[in-house]
């Protein structure tokens, strides 16, 4: 990984090679609650008085958690979050696509926000279950402090492919190769999910940093949430990215990776001594 960027840079840097960078959009003018609600928690998660603002906290008791009141089949999914500040260890902040079928057959598609210790960074671990077959998980740090203010994480899920997006910058993609044999998610539909809860037995540094409760209790916030159809792909809601990307796309996602991925499953040798799965080495 390259030596830490502040926000500022990491812009200047993008906006110089591909003129992509741009601040997170404002929270939508609707109601947070129109198309979240909370759903676990007892009270830890509440929806601010002007509806912009939804708040998941976790103190030793329990966590909190929401859903979306619609399920998708293919979508593009956008919130903003302002992630737990100081000593995060051992808390886990989501934002995922999860299907509803049976779990032996799930699918899901996940962003967790895994905490840390005061002044180191917080790990984004993605991962992609299809039919129930996960283990594809990448892992990022990111360009910014994400407890600072809000950023904007995006799922984009079409019939091409998946795409986790970072304040509009692409950072993974996940291709439809299931006519090569790999399972892709593509006939359940899913709702999305986000929680904020306690992991501390493998979140933080291996599970080695455990959480300190005496900074209970922990917050998180999400605002600006959008959901729309990507099952056509139109440009829309795919971003530009329904069908493929293009070359500065391409090239926005190679300096993410090249500079902030801290694990990919696909270069873990040692994990898959037999060779990475197949679809590491499909175009």
């Given at each position: ?169 692409p950072i993974r993609e996940f291709k439809n190769h299931a006519d090569q044999g790999v399972p892709y998610p593509s006939s359940q539909r899913m709702r999305l999910y986000g929680s904020l809860w306690d992991a501390e037995d493998w979140a933080t540094q291996g599970g080695r940093v455990k959480t300190d409760w005496s900074q209970a209790p922990f917050v998180a916030r999400y605002r600006g949430f959008t959901a729309a159809d990507a099952s056509s792909a139109p440009a829309a809601n795919g971003g530009g990215y329904g069908q493929e ?39």
């Amino acid at each position: 990984m390259a030596g830490a960027f502040s926000s500022t840079t990491a812009c200047v840097v993008l906006a110089l090679l591909l003129g992509l960078c741009a601040a997170a959009p404002a929270a939508a003018a609707g109601r947070i609650d129109d198309g979240l609600e909370v759903t676990w928690g007892d009270g830890r998660g509440s929806v601010s008085p002007d509806g912009q603002v939804l708040s998941l906290s976790l103190d030793r008791t329990s966590g909190s958690g929401f859903r979306s009141k619609d399920t998708y089949l293919f979508a593009r999914a956008d919130v903003q979050i302002k992630l737990v500040p100081n000593n995060s260890a051992g808390t886990v902040t989501t934002f995922y696509f999860l299907s509803e079928g049976p779990w032996d057959v799930h699918d899901e598609v996940d962003l967790e926000f895994l905490g840390n210790v005061s002044g180191q960074p917080y790990t984004l671990h993605t991962n992609v279950f299809a039919s129930g077959n996960g283990g594809k998980e990448q892992q990022f740090h990111l360009w910014f402090d994400p407890t600072a203010d809000f950023h904007t994480y995006s799922i984009l899920w079409t019939q091409q492919h998946i795409l986790v997006l970072v304040d509009g910058t692409p950072i993974r993609e996940f291709k439809n190769h299931a006519d090569q044999g790999v399972p892709y998610p593509s006939s359940q539909r899913m709702r999305l999910y986000g929680s904020l809860w306690d992991a501390e037995d493998w979140a933080t540094q291996g599970g080695r940093v455990k959480t300190d409760w005496s900074q209970a209790p922990f917050v998180a916030r999400y605002r600006g949430f959008t959901a729309a159809d990507a099952s056509s792909a139109p440009a829309a809601n795919g971003g530009g990215y329904g069908q493929e990307m293009d070359t500065a796309a391409e090239q926005a996602m190679k300096w993410a990776r090249d500079n902030y991925m801290v694990y990919d499953y696909c270069a873990d040798s040692k994990r898959f001594p037999q060779g990475v799965p197949p679809e590491c080495s499909m175009p």
